[in-house]
C-alpha cells in the first residue's frame, strides 16, 4: 500500500459524508418541527375530546410516519462513518466524541423509538394520557438526540473539555459538563432546533394552503394553518435572535470562517456586513489587490457589532488571519506560517516523548512533553502543507450564508402574514397568497441545508478546529472503494427520495380520513 | 495499573457484552422477517407478519446503533479499527439496516416507486445479511482480523492514520475463515428460531401458526449443528492472552478453555443460557398449546452470547487478536477510553434500568391482542 495519503481519497471521504449528512438533514428538521405541531394537535384533542382534532392529528401523523423512516435509516450511516471513513478521527478524539455518541443512544433513541411504537399501534389499546404521552415523548427523544448529536458537532468547531495524552496519543476528555453544555453547542442545538420549527411550520401550512387551493377540507387546512402560522412566527424570530448569537459565536472561535461567509480579506473595526454581493471570480490569491466582491451592498459597522458587539471591534480578514499581526485579546494573532511551525514541533515534540519513554530518559521525556504542551493549540497545523490550504471555500460560504440569513427574514414576513390572514379569514382564499405558502416549503428546506453548508464547508480544512485537519483523520482506503459506497448511496438516496416525495405527495392528496365531529 | 481503571474497563465490556446479547436476541426481527415469503402464503398473511415484526424493529435497530456507540465510546480502539479496516463487512451491515428502516413503511404505501414487493424483499435481505454478517463479525473476536495498530504513525504528517488493514479485501475476507461462517450460521438459524417463537406467541391465525411449529425443528438442528461446531472449535482453539504486567501479547493453547474455567460464574452463564434456549424449543416442540418459548429462548440467548463475550475479552484476553501483527491485538485494557470517560459513561449507565423499565412497560402495552384477520383490519399500520 503506497504510503503517503491520495489527496483524492480525502476529497471522496468528504464528498460521501456531505452527501449523507444534507441527505439525513432532509428528514431530521421536519421529524423535530412536526412532531411538536402534533403533540400541540393532540393535546388539543385530550383538551377538547374534539373528534376533529384526532383526525387532523391522525393525518399529521402518516406523513410523520413516512419522514420518520428515512430519518431513522439515514442516522445510522452517519454513525457508522465516523468509524468507516473517519477512523483516525475516531482514535483521536474517540474517547471525548463517542461519549455523545452512545448517550444519543441511551437517551434519546430508546426513548424515541419505544414511544413512536405507542403513537402508531397505540390508539386503540392505551388510555388517551398515555397515547398523548408518547407523542410527546417521542418529540422530546427526537430532541434530545438533537442536543446530543450537535454537543457532539459543537466540540469539533469548539474543542473543549480535553487534554491531549502523549501515552496513548490522543485527546482524552477531562470536563464532561465543559463539553455537554459548552456555549458553541448550546447556541448550536437552540438555532438548529429551531430551524426545524421554522420548516415543521412551513410544511404544515404549505400543505394547508394547498386543500385551500383545491377547496378540501378547508376546517381542517384553517385549523392547521393557524397553528403553523403561530408557532412558525415565533419559532423563525427567536431562529434569527439564535442565529445572531451563531454569529457572534463563529466571530469568536472560527474567525476564518466567518472571514470566508462575508468574503472579506482585509478586516477592519467598524466593518461593515455585506447584505448582498457578487464574489469576484477573478480573485486569485488571498493577497492579491482584487477585490473580493463586487456589487456590494453593506450595512456599515455591522459585522463589527456582530462579532464584538461594539463597533469599534476589529475583525481579522482572511489576509490578517494568514498573515497574523492584528490586535486578539490574548496580544497580537500569530501567522499561519507561525502557528505551523508550532504544529511541527508540537509534532516533533511528541516523537522524541516518545523515543525517550522507550529509552527510559525520564528527563528528556519530561522535557519533550512540556514543550508539546505549550505548542498542543497549534497541533493540527503541523500536517498542512501551506498557508492557503487554511481558506475555506468563500463563494459557497458566501452564498449559502447569505440564502440562510435572507430566508431567515423572509419567514418571518411570511408567518406573520399568514398569522393576519388566519384573522382575515377573506386573504386566505386567495390563490397568490395559496401560492406563496406552498412554495415556501422548499425554501426551508434550502435554508436548514445552507446553514449546514456555512457550519460544516466554512470550517474547513479541520476536522477539529486547529486539532486535526481532515487530511489526517481520515481511514487508510482504496479511493476506489470509497468511490464505489458513494454512487450506490447517491443511487439509493435518489430512489428513496423520489419513493418518499411519490408516497407523501399521494397520502396528501388522499387527506384526513375518519370522522370528524 | 489503577484499581479504577481496571473495574471499569471489566464494567463497560460486561455492558458491551449485555448490549451483544440483547442485540442478538433481538435480531428475532431479522430472523421473522427472513421467514415472511415461507409463513405468509398471501397479501393478509404477509401483512400480519410484517405488523408483527413492524412493531418491534426499530429496537433491534436502536440497539445497534446504541451497541455501536457505547463499543465506540468505551473502546474507541476498536471502533476506529475495525471500521475503518474492514469497511466492506460494515458497510453491508449498514446498507441491509437502511434498506430496512425504510421497507416497512414505504412498502405499506402504494407510489412507493420499486412496488411493494422489492421493498418486502429488501425485508428478507435484511433478515439473511444482518445476522449471518453481524455473526461473522463477531466471530473474528476469537478468530482474529488482519490488521496492524501503530499509534507512532499519527507522527507521519503524509501517512498519518495508526491503524490499517493488510487485506484489499477489507473484512470480506472473514468469510474464508469457515469457524466465522459457522458463528454467522448459528446466529442466522438462531435470530429464525427466535423470529418463528415470537410468531408463535403472538399470532392466533392457525395457518401460521401451524407453519411456525413445522419450521422450528429443522432451524433448531441446523443452529445446533453450527453453534455447537463453532463452540467446541473455541473450546479446543488457541487464544491470544495479555500479561498484564507489561501489555505484551502471547499465544494460549486452550485459552477460552481456560477462560471457562478461571470465571466460573460465566462458565455458569453460559450453560444456564444454552439450556434455556434449548428448553424454549423443546417446549415448544412437545406441546402443541405451549406459546411461550420466545422468553425461555430469548433470555437463553442473551445470557449465551454475554457469556461468549465475556471469555472473549475478560481473564487478560485479546478480544480482538490481529492474525498479522500479534501486538497489535486489542484487548480491553489496551483499546479502552480514559478513566474519566469511563466513569462519566459510567453515571450515564445508571439510565439503562429505568430505559429497560418504559420499554417493557410500553412493549406490553401495545401487545395486548394477538395478531389474527381482525387485529389486522382494526390495528394494521403496515
Ligand atoms: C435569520 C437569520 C439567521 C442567522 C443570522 C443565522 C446564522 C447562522 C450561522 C452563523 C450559522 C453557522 C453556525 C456555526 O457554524 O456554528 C448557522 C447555521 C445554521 N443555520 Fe442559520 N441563521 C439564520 C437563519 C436560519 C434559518 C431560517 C434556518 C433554517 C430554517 C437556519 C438553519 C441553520 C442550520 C441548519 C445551521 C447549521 C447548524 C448550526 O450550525 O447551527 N438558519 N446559522
Known amino acids: 500500500m503506497n504510503e503517503t495519503i491520495d489527496p483524492s481519497l480525502i476529497d471522496w471521504s468528504r464528498a460521501q459524508f456531505a452527501l449523507t449528512a444534507m441527505y439525513h438533514w432532509l428528514f431530521v428538521p421536519l421529524t423535530l418541527g412536526l412532531g411538536l405541531i402534533m403533540a400541540l394537535m393532540e393535546t388539543a384533542y385530550y383538551v377538547t375530546e374534539d373528534l376533529f382534532w384526532k383526525r ?5 401523523m402518516k406523513l410523520f410516519g413516512i419522514n420518520f423512516a428515512i430519518g431513522v435509516a439515514t442516522g445510522i450511516i452517519l454513525e457508522f462513518e465516523f468509524g468507516t471513513n473517519w477512523s483516525n478521527y475516531s482514535w483521536f478524539v474517540g474517547d471525548i466524541f463517542g461519549a455523545p455518541l452512545a448517550i444519543e443512544g441511551i437517551l434519546a433513541f430508546f426513548m424515541e423509538s419505544t414511544f413512536v411504537a405507542v403513537m402508531y399501534f397505540g390508539w386503540n389499546k392505551v388510555s388517551k394520557k398515555f397515547h398523548l404521552a408518547s407523542t410527546w415523548l417521542t418529540t422530546i427523544g427526537a430532541t434530545l438526540s438533537a442536543w446530543w448529536i450537535l454537543v457532539a458537532n459543537a466540540w469539533m468547531q469548539y474543542p473543549v473539555g480535553m487534554e491531549f495524552n502523549p501515552d496513548t496519543v490522543r485527546n482524552e476528555m477531562n470536563d464532561f459538563l465543559a463539553v455537554a453544555f459548552s456555549p458553541v453547542a448550546v447556541n448550536k442545538f437552540i438555532h438548529t432546533v429551531l430551524s426545524g420549527w421554522v420548516l415543521g411550520a412551513a410544511f404544515v401550512a404549505g400543505i394547508s394552503f394547498w386543500f385551500l387551493l383545491k377547496k378540501r377540507e378547508t376546517e381542517f387546512a384553517v385549523a392547521s394553518l393557524k397553528i403553523a402560522a403561530w408557532f412558525g412566527l415565533i419559532a423563525s424570530v427567536l431562529c434569527a435572535i439564535a442565529g445572531d448569537g451563531s454569529a457572534y459565536n463563529v466571530g469568536r472561535v472560527q474567525p476564518m470562517k466567518l472571514a470566508a461567509m462575508e468574503a472579506l480579506y482585509e478586516g477592519h473595526t467598524r466593518q461593515g456586513l455585506i447584505a448582498l454581493g457578487v464574489v469576484n471570480p477573478d480573485k486569485e490569491a488571498y493577497n492579491d489587490s482584487t477585490p473580493p466582491v463586487l456589487l456590494k451592498l453593506e450595512i456599515p459597522n455591522m459585522l463589527s457589532w456582530l462579532v464584538g458587539r461594539d463597533i469599534q471591534t476589529f475583525v481579522p480578514g482572511i489576509k490578517d488571519i494568514i498573515d497574523g499581526g492584528y490586535p486578539t485579546t490574548n ?11 508550532k504544529g511541527r514541533i508540537a509534532i516533533d515534540a511528541l516523537a522524541h516523548y516518545r523515543e525517550a519513554v522507550t529509552e527510559g530518559d525520564k528527563e528528556r521525556a519530561q522535557l519533550n512533553r512540556n514543550l508539546l504542551k505549550e505548542n498542543y493549540p497549534y497541533f493540527g497545523y503541523g500536517y498542512l502543507n501551506k498557508p492557503e490550504e487554511l481558506i475555506p471555500n468563500v463563494p459557497l460560504n458566501f452564498y449559502a450564508f447569505r440564502i440562510m440569513v435572507g430566508l431567515g427574514g423572509y419567514f418571518i414576513l411570511f408567518f406573520a402574514l399568514v398569522l393576519v390572514a388566519c384573522y382575515k379569514n377573506k386573504w386566505l382564499s386567495g390563490k397568490f397568497l395559496q401560492w ?11 435554508a436548514g441545508e445552507a446553514g449546514w453548508i456555512v457550519s460544516e464547508a466554512g470550517r474547513q480544512p479541520w476536522a477539529i478546529q486547529d486539532v486535526l485537519p481532515n487530511s489526517a483523520a481520515i481511514s487508510r482506503l482504496d479511493v476506489s472503494s470509497v468511490q464505489t459506497t458513494f454512487f450506490v448511496f447517491v443511487v439509493l438516496f435518489a430512489v428513496l427520495l423520489l419513493a418518499e416525495i411519490r408516497i407523501m405527495l399521494r397520502e396528501i392528496k388522499k387527506g384526513p380520513e375518519g370522522e370528524s365531529h | 495499573m489503577n484499581t479504577t481503571l481496571i473495574f471499569l474497563q471489566q464494567y463497560w465490556w460486561f455492558i458491551i457484552s ?9 435480531l428475532f426481527v431479522q430472523g421473522g422477517q427472513s421467514l415472511l415469503f415461507s409463513f405468509g402464503k398471501n397479501e393478509q398473511e404477509q401483512r400480519m407478519l410484517l405488523n408483527l415484526t413492524g412493531r418491534k424493529w426499530e429496537f433491534t435497530f436502536t440497539t445497534l446503533v446504541t451497541f455501536g456507540g457505547a463499543f465506540f465510546a468505551s473502546f474507541p480502539l476498536f471502533y476506529s479499527t475495525s471500521f475503518g479496516g474492514a469497511y466492506w463487512v460494515w458497510m453491508l451491515i449498514l446498507l441491509s439496516f437502511i434498506l430496512q428502516a425504510v421497507s416497512y413503511e414505504f412498502q405499506s404505501h402504494k407510489g412507493n416507486v420499486l412496488g411493494n414487493k422489492v421493498y418486502r424483499c429488501f425485508l428478507v435481505f435484511n433478515g439473511f445479511a444482518a445476522p449471518i454478517l453481524l455473526g461473522t ?11 496492524v495498530v501503530d499509534k507512532g504513525a499519527i507522527l507521519s504528517a503524509s501517512m498519518p492514520v495508526i491503524s490499517y488493514w493488510t487485506t484489499p479485501w477489507h473484512g470480506l475476507e472473514a ?3 469457515p469457524w466465522n461462517v459457522a458463528l454467522g450460521l448459528a446466529v442466522f438459524f438462531l435470530a429464525r428460531i427466535l423470529g418463528t417463537l415470537y410468531f408463535l406467541q403472538s399470532v392466533s391465525e392457525p395457518s401460521i401458526m401451524e407453519r411456525c411449529r413445522r419450521s422450528l425443528l429443522p432451524s433448531t438442528l441446523l443452529f445446533l449443528l453450527f453453534f455447537l461446531a463453532f463452540v467446541v472449535h473455541i473450546l479446543f482453539a488457541t487464544g491470544l492472552a ?4 507489561n501489555g505484551t501479547i502471547y499465544p494460549e493453547a486452550y485459552k477460552y478453555l481456560h477462560n471457562l ?7 455458569l452463564t453460559f450453560v444456564v443460557g444454552v439450556l434455556c434456549v434449548l428448553t424454549g424449543i423443546i417446549r415448544t416442540l412437545i406441546s402443541s398449546t405451549y406459546i411461550r418459548g420466545i422468553w425461555w429462548t430469548g433470555i437463553g440467548t442473551v445470557l449465551t452470547v454475554l457469556a461468549l463475550f465475556l471469555i472473549a475479552g475478560y481473564n487478560h484476553t485479546a478480544y480482538y487478536p490481529s492474525v498479522v501483527d500479534m501486538q497489535s491485538s486489542l484487548t480491553i485494557s489496551n483499546s479502552s477510553s480514559s478513566l474519566f470517560t469511563l466513569k462519566v459513561m459510567a453515571w450515564v449507565s445508571l439510565i439503562i434500568p429505568f430505559v429497560l423499565g418504559y420499554i417493557i412497560y410500553a412493549w406490553r402495552s401495545i401487545d395486548t391482542t394477538r395478531m389474527n384477520a381482525d387485529e389486522l383490519k382494526n390495528e394494521g399500520h403496515y
Not at chain 1, 56 to 60: A, D, L, Q, S
Not at chain 2, 137 to 147: C, Q
Not at chain 2, 242 to 245: E, H, R
Open chain 2, 261 to 267: 474455567m478461571a470465571l466460573p460464574a460465566v462458565a
Open chain 2, 175 to 177: 468469510v474464508a475463515n
Open chain 1, 331 to 341: 496580544g497580537l494573532a500569530l501567522s499561519a506560517a507561525e502557528k505551523m511551525k
Open chain 1, 56 to 60: 387532523t392529528v391522525k393525518f399529521w
Open chain 2, 18 to 26: 449485555l448490549l451483544g446479547g440483547l442485540l442478538v436476541f433481538l
Open chain 1, 436 to 446: 406563496v405558502g406552498i412554495l415556501t416549503i422548499p425554501l426551508a428546506y434550502i
Open chain 2, 137 to 147: 463479525a463477531i466471530g473474528t473476536f476469537f478468530n482474529g482480523a488482519s490488521f
Open chain 2, 242 to 245: 495479555v500479561d498484564p504486567t
